[in-house]
């Protein structure tokens, strides 16, 4: 199998920090030609890239992931993240990174999945969500799959009566919030996944000198694996390279629909895992 050596591994570390994860499709045929080989292969070269940005002090076990993007030819890296003095429920698995990933980036087909590992259950179930999920190609360092023949049998959005999923739900609009929030955020908020709750919500981390972050709720037929906005935005912080307490905080803003509140706990006990004061501010929507 075609590898980087260690000193192309670090200068692709080095421009997945600045691009937050992210690899075009110009860039990926570059390095296709690098390592002569085609695109299965070099996803799964690109695993050790993805890996290095798992935050793991629990398992101390460094998963990587990468989700490519057949409509832009694009890939996402992913790395798993979890949270030290805290429910082991609340971790982000790396195929949830990747995914999350690209769907932040505004992919919405994602065909193909390296993983550097085996993917459980759990990341089994939160990829049976996306959008044509039944031609999901899995590529593992030894084996080429799909998720059809890994999940066999699959109980999905369907089986609730939902007829959205994952990367092709529809926009929802705005009616009034409590407080203003950026637009950005607002379009978060917009695009978030909650087919089964009602609580479209959003978070938007601004720091001092590394721009924002953003998260959306992505929910889940199983309930479980579903990913909040907090867990998706201290995602893409670590795609950045970055830990929370390491960073000056401008402000963290958590948006969720009004009555149908469910992620202000869920955030707060994430954040309690970081040495840091800043404070949350929660804003409620009125969803039209």
Not at 172 to 193: F, G, P, V
Not at 218 to 224: G, H, T, V
Request: hydrophobic share 40%.
């Amino acid at each position: 199998m075609a590898v980087f050596n260690p000193q192309q591994l670090k200068k692709l570390e080095q421009q997945a920090k600045r691009n937050r994860g992210h690899f075009s499709h110009a860039q990926l045929n570059e390095l296709q030609a690098q390592l002569s080989c085609d695109l299965d292969t070099l996803l799964k070269a690109l695993l050790p890239v993805a890996a290095t940005f798992s935050q793991a002090p629990i398992s101390h076990f460094n998963v990587g992931a990468v989700a490519y993007d057949k409509a832009t030819g694009g890939a996402y890296l992913g790395a798993n993240l979890e949270f030290s003095h805290q429910a082991l429920s609340l971790v982000v698995h790396a195929e949830q990174s990747a995914i999350n990933n690209a769907w932040l980036n505004g992919a919405n087909e994602i065909s193909r999945m390296a993983i550097s590992d085996a993917p459980c259950g759990y990341c089994r179930q939160f990829m049976n969500e996306l959008d044509k999920c039944a031609e999901l190609a899995i590529m593992l360092p030894t084996l080429n799959t799909s998720l059809k023949e890994l999940l066999p049998s699959a109980f999905g959005p369907q089986d609730l009566d939902n007829s959205q999923r994952l990367l092709a739900s529809t926009q929802s609009n705005i009616k009034s919030l409590s407080h203003e929030i950026s637009d950005t955020l607002k379009t978060h908020l917009q695009n978030a996944y909650a087919p089964y709750s009602g609580n479209l919500s959003a978070v938007e981390i601004s720091t001092q000198s590394h721009g924002q972050f953003y998260g959306r709720y992505a929910e889940n037929a199983a309930y479980s694996p579903s990913l909040s906005p907090m867990q998706g935005a201290l995602s893409q912080l670590a795609l950045a390279g970055l830990k929370l307490d390491e960073v000056a905080i401008n402000a963290i803003t958590l948006v969720e629909t009004k009555g149908y509140e469910n992620q202000q706990a869920v955030a707060d006990a994430v954040l309690k895992s970081y040495a840091t004061d800043a404070v949350l501010l929660h804003v409620l929507a009125e969803m039209e």
